[in-house]
């Protein structure tokens, strides 16, 4: 059987602001450890025979493109297939691009007719990945069943507290197919705490995981009988599709009439009320240090703690506190003294500095909300922006004032063999200081190389790129002067990035 894992790689974390923002969610960043949450669901599949498994397919929004693809090269999956919705629509139509790719990627090869699907959402931590091959290993078994081929496979994982951040599963008699499988009865939505424990001391209830198992011939067929409008939507954008070296386009347009839902809700909640579709549902329970990271008090719940249950990620100084948790992160970040504080969580970003109380946590995307209806760009955005080139940090800025131009001073990093965009600007001029590396420069019709210490003015309306032509980043200072600084005023004249 080839395996195909599909890895969803989209959402918002609106509750792990400020580290998390919609231009760099969760999944992109190292919340629990060095390597990001993406990063890590990718290595979790190292364990698995390679003869049986095809190169991952990564479904990410298009906005997230280049810093997905760059992070997976970054530890050697470069060969994966990478989906780049043009918009957010949920996981259900997610999988379903997911799908019908696999099917026409894989078509000819062993078992690449009707590839089974390994479906993780990119911001699970995975602790015990033995454990969770084990039970990966039980889902194969059930679908290697001819009675049981027509089957989604669900993981539930085991309740470690009455928790009130999650959806429950209630498991029914043994599936029939593996002693580790058992028939899913229902779906639950998230109880109160009062509900909540009783699920947990029933013991016939998990945890919604979010992960599943399934044939790409099955997940079509149930979207072709429960969500017809979203698979035509799907099949339409990918029949219209661009390609971008490894990544895959869909067609905006055909796309925008693509209804968005969930997994759950699309496919999954309608098996057990709908008998004669002739799919059935199936959990397999998965205790396996798992956990969402769905906001701040997870993170805690997590993390390495001194006696008192305090955790750090970063310099921390606690006196005569409990249950805290406390992340500063970035350069020349503060250290974070807490004294007297307890159940609470503070958190740290150049930019933004964010104190809760753990039992609150639910209530951070409150913040993301109110940033966002008044328009502060820190909703969306960290003072260090991924670009397909690099990055920028915003050192710097002031608005225009009598007598005196708006100014913007940034640091950027461009990366080896990239370059940005042939542009010109109405409304600035810019002054480049090269501090790392060797730049070559475009100014109008001259082309030069810089090196370290050198300086380049580019005055209003003059077109200019950077490149960098080394195997070295190049690093510099840039000073912006105008009316206007807005990055809209980028007349993008050449853009090998094809960006949308």
Not at 35 to 63: G, I
């Amino acid at each position: 059987m080839m395996l195909t894992p599909v890895i969803l790689c989209g959402g918002s974390g609106t509750r792990l602001w400020p580290l998390s923002r919609s231009h760099m969610p969760k999944q992109l960043l190292a919340v629990h450890d060095e390597a990001t949450m993406l990063q890590a669901t990718a290595r979790r599949l190292a364990r698995f025979d390679s003869a049986t498994v095809s190169a991952p397919v990564v479904v990410c929004n298009d906005a997230h493109r280049f810093v997905t693809r760059r992070q997976l090269q970054e530890i050697g999956e470069a060969h994966a297939e990478l989906i780049a919705e043009p918009a957010g629509r949920n996981t259900a139509p997610a999988l379903t691009l997911a799908a019908l790719h696999a099917q026409h990627a894989l078509a000819g090869q062993a078992g690449g007719n009707d590839p089974i699907l390994l479906v993780m959402p990119a911001d699970h931590v995975i602790a015990d990945l033995d454990a969770f091959q084990r039970a990966v290993a039980i889902a194969l078994r059930v679908l290697a069943n001819n009675s049981a081929a027509e089957a989604i496979v669900t993981f539930g994982i085991v309740p470690t507290e009455p928790a009130t951040g999650y959806g429950y599963l209630k498991v029914g008699a043994t599936s029939g197919f593996d002693p580790g499988a058992f028939a899913l009865d229902s779906f639950v939505e998230k109880p109160p705490l009062e509900r909540a424990r009783e699920y947990v001391a029933d013991g016939r209830f998990l945890w919604n995981s979010g992960l599943f198992v399934v044939r790409a011939s099955v997940w079509l067929r149930a979207l072709r009988e429960l969500e017809p409008a979203m698979l035509a939507a799907c099949e339409a954008a990918l029949d219209a599709a661009q390609r971008a070296d490894h990544d895959v386009l869909p067609s905006p347009g055909a796309f925008a009439a693509c209804p968005a839902n969930s997994i759950d809700y699309a496919v999954m909640e309608k098996l057990a009320v709908t008998p004669g579709l002739g799919i059935r549902g199936v959990v397999v329970p998965l205790d396996a240090g798992w956990s969402d990271i769905g906001a701040w008090d997870s993170a805690w719940a997590i993390a390495a703690k001194d006696e008192r249950g305090n955790a750090a990620l970063g310099e921390a100084i606690f006196e005569q506190s409990n249950n805290t948790y406390v992340r500063t992160t970035g350069p020349n970040a503060p250290v974070v003294a807490c004294v007297g504080i307890d159940d609470a969580v503070i958190v740290h970003t150049p930019d933004a500095i964010l104190v809760a109380s753990k039992s609150r946590a639910q209530d951070v995307k409150q913040v993301t909300a109110a940033l966002a209806a008044r328009s502060d760009r820190r909703a969306e955005l960290h003072r260090r922006v991924e670009r397909p080139w690099g990055w920028y940090d915003s050192l710097g800025s002031a608005p225009r004032s009598e007598g005196a131009l708006a100014f913007q001073v940034k640091h950027l990093g461009v990366l080896p063999g990239q370059a940005i965009s042939l542009q010109l600007h109405h409304h600035r001029s810019e002054h480049w200081v090269v501090i790392k590396g060797e730049a070559t420069i475009t100014l109008g019709d001259d082309v030069a190389t810089y090196r370290a210490g050198q300086h380049v003015h580019i005055p209003v309306g003059t077109v200019h790129r950077l490149a960098n032509q080394t195997q070295e980043a190049v690093e510099l200072i840039e000073v912006q002067l105008g009316s206007y600084l807005g990055e809209d005023d980028i007349v993008r004249l050449d853009d090998r990035y094809q960006r949308r």
